[in-house]
């Protein structure tokens, strides 16, 4: 094999492996055709309760929205929501206790909730910025929005050193004229 030859092949192994090493996935269950897929500003604006003061059970419904991570989990309140389970799910509730807040594409920023057991995957594999498929059950909508508890993720592909460069290079050039 010519050195060009080989050169080309680690050139081609190179890429599938920043292919597959740029995107990332948490979680147990299948996705896209068993959740309804929202829009996150949407859900913000518009999840609120029928009377002013109520809070609405939504029975954890399977839903899934994009967002960029704002906060990795911390320690949350989460009575309301560990009731909810016990009174809703199997013998065994899923324990909840944490939380990490995601911001939509308005950049409105919201708390939402992460099954414990997800938690030590989010740390490793999400960091602020990082921008998110989220797959998560609607347990709750109060006046303050929807309580949501996030049960698997996807990451998207962090951008290239290459498309920081031209993304920076082009808020110059624009910021100049």
Not at 5 to 31: M, N, P, R, V
Not at 111 to 136: H, S, W
Not at 137 to 165: E, I, N
């Amino acid at each position: 094999m010519t050195n060009q030859a080989k050169a080309s092949t680690l050139f081609i192994i190179s890429l599938w492996i920043l292919c597959l090493g740029s995107y990332a996935h948490a979680g147990s269950e299948g996705h896209s055709s068993e959740h309804d897929i929202l829009d996150f500003d949407f859900m913000l604006e518009h999840f609120r309760p029928t009377r002013k003061g109520d809070i609405e059970i939504a029975m954890f419904k399977k839903i899934q929205f994009e967002a960029e991570i704002s906060d990795l989990p911390t320690q949350r309140k989460s009575t309301y929501l560990q009731k909810l389970l016990a009174d809703f799910t199997a013998d065994n509730p899923p324990s909840i206790s944490m939380g990490m807040m995601a911001k939509s594409k308005k950049g409105k920023t919201w708390n939402l909730y992460i099954l414990d057991e997800l938690v030590p995957q989010a740390n490793d594999l999400l960091r602020p910025g990082d921008k998110v498929t989220l797959y998560a059950y609607h347990a709750y909508t109060s006046d303050y929005g929807p309580g949501v508890v996030v049960h698997a993720f996807d990451r998207h592909a962090r951008p290239t050193l290459w498309q920081k460069t031209k993304a920076w290079f082009t808020e110059i050039t624009h910021e100049n004229k």
